[in-house]
T-cell receptor, first 110, second 113 residues
Framework: DGGITQSPKYLFRKEGQNVTLSCEQNLNHDAMYWYRQDPGQGLRLIYYSQIVNDFQKGDIAEGYSVSREKKESFPLTVTSAQKNPTAFYLC?????????FGPGTRLTVL | QQPVQSPQAVILREGEDAVINCSSSKALYSVHWYRQKHGEAPVFLMILLKGGEQKGHEKISASFNEKKQQSSLYLTASQLSYSGTYFCGTESEGGTSYGKLTFGQGTILTVHP
């Protein structure tokens, strides 16, 4: 089955630690995206990549980093510089116009 | 700038209709509608492109007023399964970032038996 996978579903980390969230897609989509969602709020774009080895900052990139070494993979690192990292993180990929979302990772920083 | 959705929340009885609006201050190329159940990923509903026709399937349809930079989502004869948070995502016209969407804050729809 084609789709987008994110792992893990729940993640707990201590304050000050970097953590990497995984996103893999087998849909052969060129573009991939990372969003952050806070309770009762919409989706805010962190980073996006339209092609391998290239990516752009979204609206809230501070404290985050990404890489795009393979077409199917777009990992997101939440660094210790991110002041409020606890949130629901969603990865998406798109072909032409439509974005499809993965199941999300809920990150809690203790 | 984030599009504005209205209303923020709506409560319905099964079988009733609802309209959710999405308004942008920017010239738009496309509007995308998603539904999200609590704790799950958003699910794509439909896309409306500038110059395109009104879209719809079954009892959910949408329109796009290009002049007003507004889109409306119509849910008719609502079912319990329609409950969730509805988001519009907009793509600005003339942008260099292909496929980059800006999402509204969401509209919470609750359908009761």
């Amino acid at each position: 089955d084609g789709g987008i996978t994110q792992s893990p579903k729940y993640l707990f980390r201590k304050e000050g630690q970097n953590v990497t969230l995984s996103c893999e897609q087998n849909l052969n989509h060129d573009a991939m995206y990372w969003y952050r969602q806070d309770p009762g709020q919409g989706l805010r774009l962190i980073y996006y990549s339209q092609i391998v080895n290239d990516f752009q900052k979204g609206d809230i990139a501070e404290g985050y980093s990404v890489s795009r070494e393979k077409k199917e993979s777009f990992p997101l690192t939440v660094t210790s510089a991110q002041k409020n990292p606890t949130a629901f993180y969603l990865c998406a990929s798109s072909n032409l116009n439509t974005q499809y979302f993965g199941p999300g990772t809920r990150l809690t920083v203790l | 700038q984030q599009p504005v959705q209205s209303p923020q929340a709506v409560i319905l009885r099964e079988g009733e209709d609802a309209v959710i609006n999405c308004s942008s201050s920017k010239a738009l190329y496309s509007v995308h509608w998603y539904r999200q159940k609590h704790g799950e990923a958003p699910v794509f509903l439909m896309i409306l492109l500038k110059g395109g026709e009104q879209k719809g399937h079954e009892k959910i349809s949408a329109s796009f007023n290009e002049k007003k930079q507004q889109s409306s989502l119509y849910l008719t004869a609502s079912q319990l399964s329609y409950s969730g948070t509805y988001f519009c995502g907009t793509e600005s016209e003339g942008g260099t970032s292909y496929g980059k969407l800006t999402f509204g804050q969401g509209t919470i729809l609750t359908v009761h038996p």
